[in-house]
């Protein structure tokens, strides 16, 4: 057999239609022909980098050789069979020697049975060089486009490409109701693995069927097998609240595939840059709780406020656990570190009965708050945050303004005496004198805003907070009893402290702190905060 190899990428692309697979067919072919070469067979890679030599016709004529079918590899020149210098010259000085395969390239001249040739080397070079070089170009544009906000990659699954605008997402509706289910689930206290074992059940085809189905190709053996894995990564996915997040991975170099994660610093977030499919608020919501993952009890019960319980001593998380001989009636959380009088805590321990009663008793107290007077709720909240904090913030904003005006104004005055120093309008000693004060002055002022600016963006933030909250409210209003979504959306933390006897009666203080707006205290008045146990 005679093995006639094509390969075509992206970075040949570059050098024109001259190395197009057809092209290449017909070279080869006519060499073949022209030099009587028989059994001749294609292994055509078709999009597939010369960096690589992961690819699956190029495998597929090294098993022939190995198998002792070929006699002779012909390609149109050195950089199709490879633009790694050092495998390309393992395969033709080693792979291909060994078995007597014979080896040609066209254009470069190179036949193994005429002898060596001296420049082959320097040719794989080049051709490694021109791998190399094409990378860093198209680096280069991608980084280019990614701070200029523009999508690096294709839409993640519940979105596609704008027919009018290539450059733009829009929402796949069909797509993205699953994507908010698996949101919803998230929110509702089910897993990665809950989360596709449901979808699962409910034949709910996996992206990959999906695709596969729009475009008319044939589906995959499973189309219903959802992985763990994948919900991780929509869960993840801030792309998903509308906003574009590049530079997520990286490679260490062109040869290697492997993309390694980056940190949040390293990657661009541009906000707002098309359609949301889940407000920021769920996505926020969501990664706090997959921090703190739940992890059902032996009894196969999963406690309502696992992972959101703490102890107000140790700042430990208390553990849900059951009791067998009794119907969940006594299922209760304990400090982590209590371990039966043997670790270094005291026994924070809280009924989760009794905890539902007083997490329900809160929002309902809340929620009524809200809608008996919407005004005085915020009032309320707004008294607790300080009555001065409007003020305070108003006095810092133009201060701010003030400070900006006048940083601005002293890049001005010290234009103006470097120029007088250098017509020596004014000595340059009184200009070292005048300069190191101005630059001083300005580093202090810059030093303010930054503080000032800070401290205005967490008011404006609270201020954001509020109508979060008051959305989680109308959501949920007329609530019966407590779900998981209702207490995941609500809450963001119980903090128990130790049991006290006051009046022979067992009295535990019980923290409840809300998300977005932290703890309520003004409810004091309707709820008391002290509930027997």
């Known amino acids: 057999m005679t093995a006639l190899y094509a390969r075509l990428s992206q970075e040949d692309t570059l050098e024109g239609d001259s190395n197009s697979i057809v092209n290449q067919k017909a070279v080869l072919s006519k060499y073949a022909a022209d030099n009587g070469f028989s059994n001749p067979v294609f292994f055509i890679d078709d999009g597939v980098s010369g960096v690589t030599f992961d690819r699956p016709n190029f495998n597929r004529m090294i098993a022939e050789i190995e198998a002792g079918n070929v006699a002779t590899v012909i390609v149109k020149d050195m950089s199709r069979l490879g633009r790694d210098y050092l495998k390309v010259g393992y395969y033709t000085e080693i792979f291909f020697v060994e078995r007597d395969v014979r080896y040609i390239a066209i254009n470069d001249g190179v036949d193994s049975a005429k002898g060596d040739n001296d420049f082959t080397p320097f040719r794989n070079l080049f051709n490694d060089f021109y791998a190399k070089d094409t990378s860093k170009k198209v680096r280069a544009i991608k980084r280019a486009q990614g701070q200029a906000g523009e999508h690096l990659t294709k839409p993640p699954y519940g979105y596609m490409v704008s027919p009018a605008d290539k450059k733009l997402w829009i929402v796949d509706e069909e797509a993205a109701a699953v994507v908010k289910r698996i949101f919803d689930l998230c929110i509702g206290g089910k897993g990665p693995m809950q989360i596709a074992k449901i979808l699962k059940e409910d034949k709910v085809p996996t992206a990959k069927a999906y695709y596969a189905e729009k475009k008319g190709k044939a589906l995959p053996e499973n189309p219903y097998n959802w992985k763990d894995s994948t919900i991780v990564g929509i869960l993840e996915?801030?792309?998903?609240?509308?906003?574009?997040?590049?530079?997520?991975?990286?490679?260490?170099?062109?040869?290697?595939?492997?993309?390694?994660?980056?940190?949040?610093?390293?990657?661009?977030?541009?906000?707002?840059?098309?359609?949301?499919?889940?407000?920021?608020?769920?996505?926020?919501?969501?990664?706090?709780?997959?921090?703190?993952?739940?992890?059902?009890?032996?009894?196969?019960?999963?406690?309502?406020?696992?992972?959101?319980?703490?102890?107000?001593?140790?700042?430990?998380?208390?553990?849900?656990?059951?009791?067998?001989?009794?119907?969940?009636?006594?299922?209760?959380?304990?400090?982590?570190?209590?371990?039966?009088?043997?670790?270094?805590?005291?026994?924070?321990?809280?009924?989760?009965?009794?905890?539902?009663?007083?997490?329900?008793?809160?929002?309902?107290?809340?929620?009524?708050?809200?809608?008996?007077?919407?005004?005085?709720?915020?009032?309320?909240?707004?008294?607790?945050?300080?009555?001065?904090?409007?003020?305070?913030?108003?006095?810092?904003?133009?201060?701010?303004?003030?400070?900006?005006?006048?940083?601005?104004?002293?890049?001005?005055?010290?234009?103006?005496?470097?120029?007088?120093?250098?017509?020596?309008?004014?000595?340059?000693?009184?200009?070292?004198?005048?300069?190191?004060?101005?630059?001083?002055?300005?580093?202090?002022?810059?030093?303010?805003?930054?503080?000032?600016?800070?401290?205005?963006?967490?008011?404006?933030?609270?201020?954001?907070?509020?109508?979060?909250?008051?959305?989680?409210?109308?959501?949920?209003?007329?609530?019966?009893?407590?779900?998981?979504?209702?207490?995941?959306?609500?809450?963001?933390?119980?903090?128990?402290h130790a049991p006290e006897k006051v009046d022979g009666k067992r009295v535990q203080k019980v923290d409840i702190v809300f998300n977005f707006v932290g703890e309520l205290n003004f409810l004091s008045a309707t709820q008391p905060k002290r509930q027997g146990a």
């Open 237 to 496: 996915r801030m792309d998903y609240c509308g906003h574009t997040v590049n530079f997520k991975s990286y490679s260490k170099s062109h040869k290697l595939k492997k993309r390694i994660p980056t940190t949040k610093e390293q990657q661009a977030i541009f906000y707002n840059t098309h359609e949301a499919i889940v407000e920021d608020a769920v996505f926020e919501r969501i990664q706090e709780l997959r921090a703190n993952k739940r992890r059902p009890t032996k009894a196969d019960r999963q406690g309502l406020f696992s992972g959101l319980v703490y102890c107000a001593d140790c700042g430990s998380k208390l553990h849900f656990a059951t009791c067998k001989s009794f119907n969940g009636s006594q299922d209760h959380y304990r400090c982590a570190k209590y371990k039966s009088n043997t670790g270094s805590c005291t026994a924070h321990f809280i009924r989760e009965e009794v905890l539902k009663q007083i997490v329900w008793s809160r929002i309902f107290d809340v929620t009524a708050l809200f809608f008996d007077d919407i005004m005085a709720f915020h009032e309320m909240m707004y008294q607790q945050r300080s009555a001065e904090t409007e003020k305070e913030m108003k006095r810092r904003k133009r201060e701010v303004g003030q400070a900006r005006k006048r940083i601005a104004e002293l890049d001005r005055i010290f234009k103006r005496i470097y120029e007088d120093d250098i017509s020596g309008t004014i000595s340059h000693d009184r200009f070292l004198k005048l300069s190191a004060e101005y630059e001083a002055e300005q580093r202090e002022l810059e030093e303010k805003v930054k503080a000032d600016q800070q401290e205005v963006d967490t008011y404006e933030q609270n201020k954001s907070d509020f109508d979060s909250f008051a959305a989680i409210i109308r959501k949920y209003v007329g609530i019966k009893e407590l779900t998981p979504a209702i207490v995941n959306e609500f809450i963001k933390k119980i903090i128990v």
